[in-house]
């Protein structure tokens, strides 16, 4: 199913700041007394501005033997396909984040399951956490930041053009899971620079 394309750029909120958002002062950059590492000081009205890691949210989204994956009309990654996540937001819980992502993305209407992967991207200041999720049936209508949404089998996964290792990292992870036959919580670290996509193997005829 395909949305209207749209021309939709995401601008991240600024690391450093400039002016301090409690008095509009401008803003040192120091290590303040008692601490060990660099932060944006006020040395008008004495606030410290502490910058934490983003928390990215996201749902494998199955029906039957197939998964669901987004085609981004966004940037970063405008055209590369993704499973269904975003930030968080205040006041929501991970699960309740992953749930809504997925129904902003792809319009989709899941039952959530389980957490399944939780992979820290430190060059990046970011952690992505996927939930399991099941499809209550196959109709979805994806939402502006998507350019369409498709339901895949394993063999047709388009491996070379996702668009995060933290999506090509979870898929690879769920598949070997369910040839398993059990599903478990998984966490790694996603290190700076390219990580190849292995090809899905042909079987021989």
């Known amino acids: 199913?395909?949305?209207?394309?749209?021309?939709?750029?995401?601008?991240?909120?600024p690391r450093s700041q400039r002016y301090c958002s409690q008095c509009g002062s401008l803003?040192?950059?120091?290590i303040p007394e008692d601490d060990n590492r660099e932060r944006?000081?006020?040395?008008?009205?004495?606030?410290?501005?502490?910058?934490?890691?983003?928390?990215?949210?996201?749902?494998?989204p199955v029906w039957e033997k197939q998964v669901l994956l987004c085609r981004r009309a966004i940037e970063p990654r405008h055209g590369y396909w993704t499973l269904p996540a975003g930030f968080m937001e205040l006041g929501e819980t991970t699960?309740?984040?992953?749930?809504?992502?997925?129904?902003?993305?792809?319009?989709?209407?899941i039952?959530?399951?389980p957490l399944f992967a939780v992979l820290d991207i430190p060059h990046v200041d970011q952690v992505h956490i996927f939930y399991l999720?099941?499809?209550?049936?196959?109709?979805f209508e994806p939402g502006p930041e998507s350019l369409e949404a498709r339901l895949f089998d394993e063999?047709?996964?388009?491996?070379d053009d996702l668009a995060f290792r933290s999506v090509s990292t979870t898929l690879k992870l769920f598949f070997a899971d369910r040839e398993r036959g059990t599903f478990q919580v998984h966490s790694d670290t996603l290190l700076r620079g390219p990580e190849p996509v292995p090809a899905i193997p042909t079987p021989a005829p």
Not at 1 to 13: D, E, G, V
Not at 98 to 107: C, D, F, I, P, V
């Open 27 to 30: 803003l040192t950059r120091r």
């Open 155 to 159: 063999n047709d996964m388009p491996w």
């Open 111 to 113: 039952e959530m399951g």
């Open 40 to 60: 944006d000081v006020c040395d008008h009205c004495g606030a410290i501005h502490y910058q934490n890691p983003r928390m990215v949210l996201g749902t494998i």
């Open 133 to 139: 999720a099941r499809l209550t049936d196959p109709e």
């Open 95 to 109: 699960a309740q984040g992953a749930a809504r992502e997925t129904q902003e993305e792809a319009g989709a209407r």
């Open 1 to 13: 199913m395909t949305a209207s394309p749209r021309a939709l750029t995401y601008f991240p909120a």
